[in-house]
């Protein structure tokens, strides 16, 4: 059975990016742990790591692209908090970085911003969780 289902557009003031972003100098690899030290740092552990790069090397032989890594972070607290508020929060968890090779020594990091996403699903008690999350993320970014 198909379900319709809408989504409001978000209103101006609630038009948030979706994601925090900072372009850092140094080695894929250096800027990587820096960037698992700088989420530790904040709470956060990182429970899954996809190197999309290879990945899609192996399925698409003929493609070539930069390193790109893509890291599940979690703080089981934060997990457990948001669970008992909606239990198929899962679908948005662990929340994501991203880590990518921009070219000339540059390193482009990419967290999601759970506030914005969390605004999405109407309940007050998410966003106000969601907000301490994105405010740890802003900092290890800072961090770096």
Known sequence: MLMAFGISPLQAQENENFYFSKIVEGSFEDVTQKVKYALKAQGFGVITE?????????????????????????????????????????????CKAVVKDIGNGKIEVVIVNPAALMGMLNKPELVSIAGEVSQKFQAALNNL
């Open 50 to 94: 996809i190197d999309m790069d290879v990945k899609i090397k192996e399925k698409l032989p003929d493609v070539e692209m930069k390193p790109y890594k893509i890291l599940g972070v979690c703080n089981p607290s934060f997990a457990y908090k948001t669970l008992q508020i909606e239990e198929n929060i899962g679908i948005f968890l662990p």
